[in-house]
Structures are given as structure tokens and as C-alpha cells.
């Protein structure tokens, strides 16, 4: 099987793929692919199953769709969108999915709302990534970008500011080193709805700095209200070819699988300017790594035998392996990935 990083630009034709797998499988696919299989022995299986969520975690879960329906059984029907973090809780909250995609963990007010909804969980770490910040490769004065300086460029404070030289004073005020050039600042990156939006306040430092300039506790978590926001990392890179100095960021794998297309801004967390790789990815000495997530619904396990089966084999190296891979993530360690696998072992038991 040939390498699928570049389909990540047109990564809403993989879960197409996945569903037409399983809506055109012979009558007998259960048969032959499924004893196949070495994680569930399930050679007739079928049903349906949903997941939504991150559109950062969409390729991985797409990609284990289609290896699931190819590898295991071509009569389970997958469906896969990412609608963004935020959006999938809510939707996993109210019992509409089985299994929830997520770039940052659960937060407290979701984790309520499953519980008032009565259903429990199951969370699963499965890949690193790294928040790229990424500008035209027009742009050639832009290299690396401080915490101060992301704050002037994207915080709570930076509405109104059209240009890059624009936030240099409120760059140095916060720490930042500013010298940003005379160009228009043209913003587009996730919105709200996005969980690359929550953990790029949190690992840049937005909110502590939009607290210690005074922003009131309830705007702090926030980014500017004035740029262009979507939940399509696809338009997001596309926005970064439409003009010589626009900004803005995605998942590793959507600004790598780019190539020349854009240009990737390395990241000064305190300890130098660091470029996203699978290196410094894994390791966390880029400032902007984070833990990609799925969460199962545990009543659903029983209920449905196609979501045992799918996480089972999501898990293997088969699985989350080749599809980290192959989308251009980052694989966990070996101890990680083998605590998951632990932890649904036990959960799923």
C-alpha cells in the first residue's frame, strides 16, 4: 500500500472512500477479509458505525476506516467527518456517534454533559502533533515567532490591527521581539468549534498573558474576534498561498503535506526558535506539541460489536501505526501506545 500523506489536502475523499469500501463490499466480504485479521477474528461482521470530531485526528480514523474495511470486514459502514473538537463532544455527548475524535482532551463542561447524558468513556491517546504556524513563503521576515509575539499577532488585544508592523508595540510590551514587516496581516485558522483553537491558547500562552495585562478571566481564553475562522484545515492552507503575508496555523500534517506551498514559522518557547518536526515533535521540544485523542462510548461496546472490532484493530500497529504514518503524524512511544492498548484491554473487556 502506497504512502497517503498527500491526500491529506483532499482528505474529505477519504472517508468517502471509506464508506464506498463498505457500501460496495461483495455479500460475502465478511468471509474472506475478516479472517484476515488477526486483532478480532470477526469474519462476519457488520453494522454501522460513527465518528466525528478534530478535523486534526479526521485522517488518522479515515485511514484506519479504509484499512478496517479492506483488513477486517467491508460490511461494517464507517462514517468519518471533523466538524472540529468542540463539535464532536457535543454531538458524543448527546449519544449521536460512537466515537469521538479530539485534538486536546475533554474539558470539564463536556465531561458533565456526558455525564447528564449518562454516557461513559473511554479516553485513548493514539498520536503527537504539533501546531504549525505558517505564513507565504513570500514572506521571507518572518522566521520565528515568541510567545509575546504570537499574543500581539492572534491574542485577545489585536483586533483591529491589519498589519503585521502594526502589533510591534504591543509585541514588546508582552516580551515579544516584534520588527515584523509592513505588510498586510491577513489572519485565517480554526475557530472555536476547533480543538487546535483551545490548545493553541493554552500552549502559546494566550491566555496567561491576556491575564496579566488585565483582560478580563472571561475573554482572556480567547483569541481575536476579527480574523477568518474555519473548521477546514484544507482552507486554512489554502488562504496561506492566497497572498504574500497572511498567517495562520494547523496540524503538522496539513502544513508539511503542503511542501513548498507555505512556509513553516519555527516557534521560541523560552529556549531558542524550534521548527516543527517528527523529532521535536515527539519529544516536545517544540513549544506547540500536543496528544491527539479518541474517546469511545463505553455503553456502545456492547452494543455494538463494530466498535470493539474497529478499536481493536485501530490500536494495533497495523492500525494507528501505519495510519500515523502514512497521514504524516507522529507516532507515541512505544510505552504509550501500549498504555492505551491497556487501558482499552481493560475498559473493553
Given at each position: 500500500?502506497?504512502?497517503?500523506?498527500?491526500?491529506?489536502?483532499?482528505?474529505?475523499?477519504?472517508?468517502?472512500?471509506?464508506?464506498?469500501?463498505?457500501?460496495c463490499g461483495d455479500d460475502d466480504g465478511g468471509g474472506e477479509t475478516g479472517s484476515t485479521t488477526g486483532a478480532t477474528g470477526a469474519a462476519a461482521l457488520s453494522g454501522t458505525l460513527v465518528i466525528s470530531g478534530s478535523s486534526t485526528?479526521?485522517?488518522?480514523?479515515?485511514?484506519?476506516?479504509?484499512?478496517?474495511?479492506?483488513?477486517?470486514?467491508?460490511?461494517?459502514?464507517?462514517?468519518?467527518?471533523?466538524?472540529?473538537?468542540?463539535?464532536?463532544?457535543?454531538?458524543?455527548?448527546?449519544?449521536?456517534?460512537?466515537?469521538?475524535?479530539?485534538?486536546?482532551?475533554?474539558?470539564?463542561?463536556?465531561?458533565?454533559?456526558?455525564?447528564?447524558?449518562?454516557?461513559?468513556?473511554?479516553?485513548?491517546?493514539?498520536?503527537?502533533?504539533?501546531?504549525?504556524?505558517?505564513?507565504?513563503?513570500?514572506?521571507?521576515?518572518?522566521?520565528?515567532?515568541?510567545?509575546?509575539?504570537?499574543?500581539?499577532?492572534?491574542?485577545?488585544?489585536?483586533?483591529?490591527?491589519?498589519?503585521?508592523?502594526?502589533?510591534?508595540?504591543?509585541?514588546?510590551?508582552v516580551g515579544g521581539n516584534g520588527g515584523f514587516p509592513s505588510a498586510p496581516l491577513e489572519i485565517t485558522a480554526p475557530g472555536e468549534e476547533s480543538g487546535t483553537y483551545d490548545a493553541f491558547i493554552e500552549l502559546a500562552g494566550i491566555e496567561d498573558i491576556a491575564l496579566e495585562q488585565g483582560v478580563p478571566e472571561d475573554d482572556a481564553a480567547a483569541?481575536?474576534?476579527?480574523?477568518?475562522?474555519?473548521?477546514?484545515?484544507?482552507?486554512?492552507?489554502?488562504?496561506?498561498?492566497?497572498?504574500?503575508?497572511?498567517?495562520?496555523?494547523?496540524?503538522?500534517?496539513?502544513?508539511?503535506?503542503?511542501?513548498?506551498?507555505?512556509?513553516?514559522?519555527?516557534?521560541?518557547?523560552?529556549?531558542?526558535?524550534?521548527?516543527?518536526?517528527?523529532?521535536?515533535?515527539?519529544?516536545?521540544?517544540?513549544?506547540?506539541?500536543?496528544?491527539?485523542?479518541?474517546?469511545?462510548?463505553?455503553?456502545?461496546?456492547?452494543?455494538?460489536?463494530?466498535?470493539?472490532?474497529?478499536?481493536?484493530?485501530?490500536?494495533?500497529?497495523?492500525?494507528?501505526?501505519?495510519?500515523?504514518?502514512?497521514?504524516?503524524?507522529?507516532?507515541?512511544?512505544?510505552?504509550?501506545?501500549?498504555?492505551?492498548?491497556?487501558?482499552?484491554?481493560?475498559?473493553?473487556?
Amino acid at each position: 500500500m502506497g504512502k497517503r500523506r498527500n491526500g491529506l489536502l483532499v482528505v474529505t475523499m477519504v472517508a468517502v472512500m471509506a464508506l464506498v469500501a463498505a457500501a460496495c463490499g461483495d455479500d460475502d466480504g465478511g468471509g474472506e477479509t475478516g479472517s484476515t485479521t488477526g486483532a478480532t477474528g470477526a469474519a462476519a461482521l457488520s453494522g454501522t458505525l460513527v465518528i466525528s470530531g478534530s478535523s486534526t485526528v479526521l485522517p488518522i480514523s479515515s485511514l484506519v476506516a479504509e484499512l478496517f474495511n479492506e483488513d477486517v470486514s467491508s460490511d461494517v459502514s464507517i462514517t468519518v467527518d471533523g466538524p472540529g473538537t468542540g463539535d464532536g463532544f457535543v454531538l458524543f455527548c448527546d449519544g449521536e456517534t460512537d466515537i469521538s475524535d479530539a485534538s486536546r482532551p475533554i474539558e470539564p463542561e463536556e465531561a458533565a454533559a456526558c455525564k447528564k447524558s449518562g454516557i461513559e468513556y473511554v479516553e485513548l491517546a493514539v498520536a503527537f502533533d504539533g501546531i504549525t504556524v505558517m505564513t507565504n513563503p513570500a514572506n521571507a521576515d518572518v522566521t520565528c515567532l515568541n510567545d509575546g509575539d504570537l499574543y500581539a499577532l492572534f491574542g485577545p488585544e489585536s483586533d483591529g490591527i491589519d498589519t503585521w508592523d502594526g502589533a510591534d508595540s504591543l509585541a514588546k510590551k508582552v516580551g515579544g521581539n516584534g520588527g515584523f514587516p509592513s505588510a498586510p496581516l491577513e489572519i485565517t485558522a480554526p475557530g472555536e468549534e476547533s480543538g487546535t483553537y483551545d490548545a493553541f491558547i493554552e500552549l502559546a500562552g494566550i491566555e496567561d498573558i491576556a491575564l496579566e495585562q488585565g483582560v478580563p478571566e472571561d475573554d482572556a481564553a480567547a483569541l481575536r474576534t476579527d480574523y477568518t475562522a474555519s473548521p477546514d484545515d484544507n482552507v486554512i492552507i489554502t488562504a496561506m498561498e492566497g497572498s504574500d503575508s497572511p498567517l495562520g496555523f494547523v496540524g503538522f500534517a496539513y502544513a508539511e503535506g503542503a511542501a513548498d506551498q507555505v512556509k513553516i514559522i519555527e516557534v521560541d518557547g523560552g529556549d531558542g526558535c524550534v521548527a516543527p518536526t517528527r523529532d521535536t515533535i515527539a519529544d516536545a521540544s517544540y513549544p506547540l506539541s500536543r496528544t491527539l485523542y479518541i474517546y469511545v462510548n463505553k455503553a456502545k461496546i456492547t452494543e455494538n460489536p463494530a466498535v470493539k472490532a474497529f478499536v481493536d484493530y485501530y490500536l494495533t500497529d497495523t492500525g494507528v501505526i501505519t495510519a500515523v504514518d502514512e497521514t504524516g503524524y507522529v507516532e507515541l512511544p512505544s510505552d504509550q501506545i501500549e498504555a492505551s492498548r491497556s487501558t482499552w484491554e481493560s475498559e473493553s473487556a
